[in-house]
Structure formats: structure tokens, C-alpha cells
């Protein structure tokens, strides 16, 4: 049996439900019966950073339908009625284990064949397994991973099968630094073994890393650097200790891992030209066949700042903007839709912290503010992190910063501010970007140019979402980190 629809997106993540919402919006008569959605879960589209936040909180707060999609940008909230009522059709539970590209055909688990005349491939990414560095304990019953609701739910049910007891946390990477909270807000405790010198190696400084790892620290959580789990006992299906490669035992009554993430792209291997470990597309987010459009996670794509170096940025805000940009394209028969501008954003929030950093960590860091901390420190600190090169703001990372604060360092990214002398940045630092930013946003007013005003509203610069670009590489090695995520939500 055979269906045929207009357009198709595979994948079930954050990426389909915002570019149903997109394709809906430019469309006057809905979809009217030429779009569906393929997923191999059994729920609508929903917002995966809730996963990590909300939803694991020993209160049990978020939970659906409240982070379906399109929540987490506080717009409408897309649960099955929604999409019935736009004539899209779901198709969930189903399987795609074939796809034939130059007969735009997929080929479901079902004996199912669906065409298309357009497909938007937003499959996403799966994590990374133990087995595949050279680990084992998988599918242990108390060994758990976190991708999708059905992660989260195991998750939940081995916290709260070990109240008190200990968790090992493999990766100092975004999963493994969430998770970690999550589980000491659930009175587990928690150590966190990773390869490298310091967390969030990918990302944070060493001085930054160590506020944090302090902070961590202050809240019970040990950390054990420059080695690796090498192996773990198992006993009657469930772990029981970790085995460092350097012969320590730690006791385990849980362990999650987060090492890393690999694009799901097994499916067009062969088809399509493939670049950083996703699909390679275009600024217009267009893969190698004109009637295939690949988004979010899967999709490597030329970032504009970066002078359209191709990465492939694994977060949700990224995920968001793509696939409203690559139905704009899509549906634009004129061809006017330009190449998409993205800013890369990163986010977390933990505890009573919360940071943002915007562009690229490359060049030489500038730290301001307290970055010492204590017992006594303050329970809002501000402090952060400016990047220069080629004398000019390249990335910043703000802790505990205002909203106008948060914008005003977006600005500077997207500007390239230009920083004449290192040193008075350093004395200054984020009063010297504030201060940039005021003057530029009064020579914007009086006709100059800031560089940022007439990028297209979905993409000039993310303010709910996280950014990055790295390689499966360094995630196998240094089990490295993703990032999600919303200011002020918990999804």
C-alpha cells in the first residue's frame, strides 16, 4: 500500500513541529491534505530540552502536553488536534528503514511506501553508546542514556528506584553536567568521570570551569578527571560498579551516560553529500538533491559569521530556525529566499545558575567579573568571558547576566566588535561591550549601520536555545557535550 503527499519531513523532533508551524503560516489554506510527518515515536513533536530540565525535577513538572512544540518559543501549542485541524497528517510509531531518493519514495517497517514530491530530513541525532568506545552495560536496567521521552521515563524510574544511592555520570559534557543536577536535585549522589583536564572542555575556559566544577562540588558532586570508565560489573542485569581504566571501583547504583551524539543519517549514505558527520546543505538549507532539504541536528550547514564555514549545530534553537528557513525556501517558488544568518548560541541553567554564550570560543579569552568561588560567594554571581580575534569580539559567555545585558553581548558578537587595546577590555569588560553596544544602537538610530538590521527575524540571533559545533571525534574520545536550551522555560 502506497500514499503520496506534497512534502514529507522524516523525524519527530523539535525541527518537525516548527516547520509544520512555518509551512502552515505561509500558507493561507493550511496544509490541506500535502503534508505529513514520519516518526518513529508515538507522541507529537515536543520541546527535548524539557527533558533535562523539568521533567526529571523530583516535583514532576513538565510533562506533556504542556511541552509539545511550538512551546518553547511561547507560540502555539502544536499537540495531534492542532495538526488535524491544519489537514497534516501524523504518522507516528512508524519506522522509515529505507529511503530510495531518486524515486522519492520511503519505505516504512510496515510494508508501507510514502513519495513525496519535497522531503525535509529532520532525523535528528542518536547518543553515542558505551559499546561503540570500546565500553559495555548498555542495556543494563540501570544504565540510562537521554534523546527522547522514553529515555526521560527510564531515567525517572531508575532515580526512584535508588533513593540516596549513587550515580555515576560518564561525561563531563552539557548531558552529563545536566543530568548531574537533576539527579542530585533528586537526593542521588553523584560522581561525574571524564577524560579530560576540566567540564565542558569544549566550551568553558579553565578558569570558568573551575566555578563551576566548584559550584558542583559545594552540592555534593565528586569529580574524577584524566581517565575513563574502562568497564562496568554487572550483576543480575543491573550495574553495580564502574571500573576506571586506572583500577578504581566506584560504587554504582545507576549510571547515565553522556558522551556524545551521531547524526542519524544512515538512511541517505550514498544518496546525498554528507560533510561533519550530517547532511551537507546549502545556506537555503537544500541538500545535494534539489527536492531534499535537511534540518536541525542532521543538517551541516555554511554559518555566515563564521565566513560560511560548514558545521553541523547540535541544539534546539538551531533546529528551530533551520526548519522555518527551510520551508521558507521550499515554498518560495520564486527563489528570493536568501541564505540563512545564524549566530551560534549556547544555554544552560542548573541550579540557581545561568549562562549564555554567543559565536565562536576561538581567539584569546578575556575573563571579567568573580570567578573565584566560596562558600561565601554571592547566590547571583556575574562573570563571563569575551573572545578576540583579529582584534575584534568573536564569543562571549555571560553567568547571571540581564536580559539587556544577554542582548547586548549577542550584539557585539554579531557585529564583530572591534577592540582597539586588549588591556582596556580587561579592565572594563563587560562594561565595555555594554557601553559598544549603546553607541552602536545610537549610530543605528541616526542612520548607521550595526550590521544586524535586516536579517530575517528567525535568523539573526537565537535568545532560547544552544549552539556548537563538534566533532563525533572528539565525542568518542573526550566525551564531549551537546547543548540544549530556553532562558526562563523548562523546555
Known amino acids: ?64 502536553p504542556a511541552f509539545h512544540t511550538c512551546a518553547g518559543a511561547n507560540d502555539q501549542l502544536l499537540t495531534n488536534n492542532w ?40 532525523t535528528g541525532a542518536r547518543a553515542l553508546k558505551l559499546e561503540e568506545i570500546g565500553g559495555n552495560g548498555s542495556d543494563a536496567e540501570n544504565v540510562c542514556y537521554l534523546r527522547n521521552l522514553e529515555d526521560a521515563d527510564k531515567l525517572i524510574r531508575v532515580m526512584r528506584s535508588c533513593p540516596g544511592g549513587d550515580a555515576v ?19 542521588i549522589k553523584v560522581t561525574i568521570v571524564f577524560p579530560g583536564k576540566h567540564c565542558m572542555e569544549n566550551l568553558f575556559t579553565p578558569k570558568i570551569a573551575e566555578f563551576y566544577e566548584n559550584y558542583y562540588a559545594s552540592k555534593g558532586v565528586t569529580f574524577i578527571k584524566g581517565t575513563v570508565v574502562s ?34 543519517t544512515a538512511l541517505f549514505e550514498g544518496q546525498l553529500v554528507m560533510e561533519k558527520g550530517g547532511i551537507k546543505v546549502s545556506g537555503q538549507m ?61 544555554y544552560s541553567r542548573v541550579f540557581a545558575l545561568s549562562w549564555k554564550f554567543y559565536g565562536d570560543n576561538t581567539g584569546k579569552a578575556v575573563h571579567f567579573g568573580d570567578l573565584d568561588f566560596s562558600a561565601s560567594s554571592s547566590s547571583k554571581p556575574k562573570f563571563g568571558a569575551l573572545w578576540v580575534s583579529a582584534g ?11 536580559p539587556e545585558e544577554y542582548e547586548a553581548i549577542a550584539h557585539a558578537v554579531r557585529r564583530g566588535t572591534a577592540v582597539p587595546d586588549v588591556a582596556v577590555l580587561a ?23 550595526c550590521g544586524c538590521g535586516n536579517t ?35 523546555f
Open 1 to 64: 500500500m502506497g500514499r503520496a503527499f506534497a512534502y514529507v519531513i522524516l523525524g519527530g523532533g523539535v525541527a518537525a513541529g516548527y516547520a509544520a508551524l512555518e509551512f502552515v503560516r505561509r500558507r493561507s489554506d493550511g496544509a490541506a491534505g500535502e503534508l505529513c510527518i514520519i516518526s518513529d515515536e508515538t507522541v507529537a513533536p515536543y520541546e527535548r530540552p524539557a527533558l533535562s530540565k523539568g521533567y526529571l525535577s523530583p516535583e514532576g513538572g513538565a510533562r506533556l
Open 392 to 402: 575584534r569580539i568573536a564569543g562571549a559567555f555571560l553567568e547571571g547576566g540581564s
Open 286 to 346: 537544500r541538500t545535494s538533491d534539489a527536492s531534499v532539504y535537511a534540518v536541525g541536528d542532521v543538517a551541516a550547514f555554511p554559518v555566515k559569521l563564521l565566513g560560511a564555514e560548514v558545521r553541523r549545530l547540535e541544539h534546539v534553537d538551531c533546529a528551530r530556525r533551520t526548519a522555518r528557513h527551510a520551508v521558507a525556501a521550499a515554498l518560495d517558488s520564486s527563489g528570493a529566499t536568501g541564505d540563512i544568518d545564524y549566530l551560534p548560541f549556547f
Open 456 to 490: 530575517p527575524s528567525y535568523a539573526w540571533h537565537a535568545t532560547v536555545g544552544v549552539a556548537a559545533a563538534v566533532s563525533i571525534a572528539a565525542f568518542a574520545y573526550w566525551y564531549g557535550w551537546k547543548a540544549p536550551y530556553l532562558a526562563k522555560r523548562d
Open 169 to 187: 555520570v560518564i561525561g563531563g559534557g552539557y548531558i552529563g553536567m545536566e543530568c548531574a543536577a537533576a539527579l542530585v536535585a533528586n537526593n
Open 231 to 264: 568497564s562496568l560489573a554487572i550483576s543480575s542485569g543491573k550495574v553495580t560498579t564502574a571500573i576506571l581504566r586506572d583500577g578504581r571501583r566506584l560504587p554504582a547504583d545507576m549510571v547515565v551516560v553522556g558522551i556524545g551524539a551521531r547524526a542519524n
Open 427 to 449: 579592565r572594563q569588560g563587560l562594561a565595555f561591550i555594554v557601553q559598544e553596544g549603546q553607541s552602536g544602537a545610537a549610530r543605528s538610530r541616526s542612520g548607521g549601520l
Open 83 to 122: 495538526y488535524r485541524e491544519h489537514g497534516i497528517e501524523l504518522i507516528l510509531g512508524t519506522k522509515v528503514i529505507s529511503v530510495d531518493v531518486r524515486r522519492k519514495t520511503l519505505f516504512t517497517s510496515a510494508g508501507e511506501t510514502i513519495s513525496y514530491a519535497t522531503l525535509i530530513v529532520a
